[in-house]
């Protein structure tokens, strides 16, 4: 009789190859997924500092009304309540002489100036964007069991990258006393 030798040398099965193949390209896939979700978002970096900056103006420049009494309490509402502010979503047009927008004395529609290749801004390579692509709404209601001197003031701001249509909102509060 000879006596049995075992061999300490073990390789991996066919099994167990294909399960840790299956699982590192459901890793790289997933990983490339990310990537590519990554790369959407960044292009679309200019437009969301563009939004929340517009967004930002037209909520201060409704406090900067109520605050200058250029108009009244009253007038600080929509168009369908008796007031100034253009009901729906508008273009993003430049204030007009009322110093709002969104009402209907606005201007033409805004541009502004992004840096061109070299990164700087105010010289020859910069680029003038006109923000036609984008829409606001400024939406002004009275907050329930406050009497009429308390509002909720929202401006929605629509806009698309590529394809994807994207929002931004903004919501305050704004009283009758300043």
Do not use: C
């Not at 009244?72 to 502010?85: A, C, E, H, K, P």
């Not at 290749?117 to 680029?127: C, F, H």
């Not at 003031?153 to 394809?163: Q, R």
Request: glycine share 10%; charged share 20%.
């Amino acid at each position: 009789m000879k006596p049995s030798t075992r061999s300490s040398e073990r390789g991996f099965s066919l099994a167990e190859t294909v399960i840790a193949l299956g699982v590192l390209i459901t890793g790289v896939l997933g990983a490339a997924g990310i990537l590519a979700a990554g790369v959407r978002n960044l292009s679309s970096s200019p437009s969301d500092v563009i939004v929340t900056q517009k967004a930002a103006q037209a909520v201060e420049a409704v406090f900067a009304a109520r605050d200058s009494h250029k108009f009244t309490w009253s007038q600080l509402r929509n168009v369908s309540d008796g007031g100034i502010f253009l009901d729906g979503p508008q273009s993003l047009k430049l204030p007009g002489p009322d110093g709002l927008v969104n009402t209907a004395d606005d201007g033409a529609i805004e541009t502004i100036d992004l840096p061109g290749r070299d990164g700087i801004l105010q010289n020859a390579d910069d680029q003038i964007v006109t923000l036609s692509q984008f829409t606001r709404e400024i939406k002004i209601t009275d907050v329930t069991g406050e009497n009429g001197q308390l509002r909720s003031l929202v401006v929605t701001i629509i806009y698309y990258n590529g394809a994807n249509k994207r929002t931004y909102t903004l919501s305050t509060f704004i009283s009758a006393y300043s």
